[in-house]
């Protein structure tokens, strides 16, 4: 593990040059991942919390907390308990920083302007088998990411005057079959959608499912195409309204 943190070039990451500290990052998470006891455990905490992947007293998260969370992952797992412990507090205080901004997006290999709150969710549901796992904590942060749900589009056809989209539903919709604004990503590109609708939800534990778009020409939504929820980055909606599909 201590190797997988020293892969990372903390210092390329982006943050703000007054609290985003690269160099807490590899120590903290060091610390944490060697801890043997609660005072250790807290100390690297401590790194990690006060403008490592965090900013405790300004309530800001950085993008290094979304690439950390296979890590902060590791260390539930094979970690001190104590360090376990502080790794899920460290994991919820990220998504709940990054439920509040509005306007920070990460790359990721599904798409490249992602709200960090829903790239952390992601991350998170990726350790869905350990979290449920690890008491009342880990199942809270599964439900918290639960609710930044992304849509992978895998095939599109025309309905009415929009599309069916077919494609792997992960996180939870907002309330069944309710409509819901949207943010459609595609390569280059990233465009608001007023409508999105749960046409076929998944079942049986399967991602399958199937949307309803108004308005949408199954041609952009060529995959790959990947949907979150408008909500998550309503300072940008204004901006990426100007790129057109
Ligand atoms: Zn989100």
């Given at each position: 593990m201590l190797n997988a943190i020293d892969a990372?070039?903390?210092?390329?990451l982006p943050g703000p040059a007054l609290r985003y500290?690269?160099?807490?990052v590899a120590a903290g998470l060091r610390a944490l991942a060697t801890a043997t006891g609660l005072v250790q455990a807290a100390d690297a905490g401590s790194l990690l919390a006060?403008?490592?992947?965090?900013?405790d007293h300004s309530g800001e998260v950085f993008p290094a907390a979304v690439t950390a969370v296979p890590l902060l992952l590791a260390i539930v797992r094979h970690g001190h308990p104590a360090a376990g412990a502080t790794a899920l507090g460290l994991l919820d205080d990220a998504l709940a920083f990054a439920t509040h901004d509005a306007s920070t997006r990460v790359a990721t290999p599904y798409a490249e302007a992602v709200p960090i709150c829903c790239a952390l969710a992601d991350r998170v549901r990726g350790g869905a088998g350990l979290l449920d796992g690890s008491g009342p904590e880990g199942g809270r942060l599964l439900a918290d990411a639960d609710g930044h749900w992304r849509f992978d589009v895998e095939e599109a056809v025309a309905e009415g005057d929009g599309a069916l989209a077919f494609g792997a539903l992960a996180g939870r919709w907002p309330g069944g079959g309710t409509s819901v604004a949207a943010e459609l990503h595609r390569p280059g590109r990233a465009v608001p959608l007023v409508q999105a609708v749960l046409h076929h939800p998944p079942e049986d534990g399967h991602p399958d499912a199937c949307l309803r778009l108004p308005g949408v020409l199954p041609d952009g939504l060529a995959p790959p195409a990947v949907l979150f929820p408008a909500r998550c980055a309503p300072a940008a909606a204004g901006a990426l309204a100007a790129v057109v599909l």
């Open positions: 990372v070039d903390w210092s390329a500290e690269p160099e807490r006060g403008g490592g992947l965090v900013h």
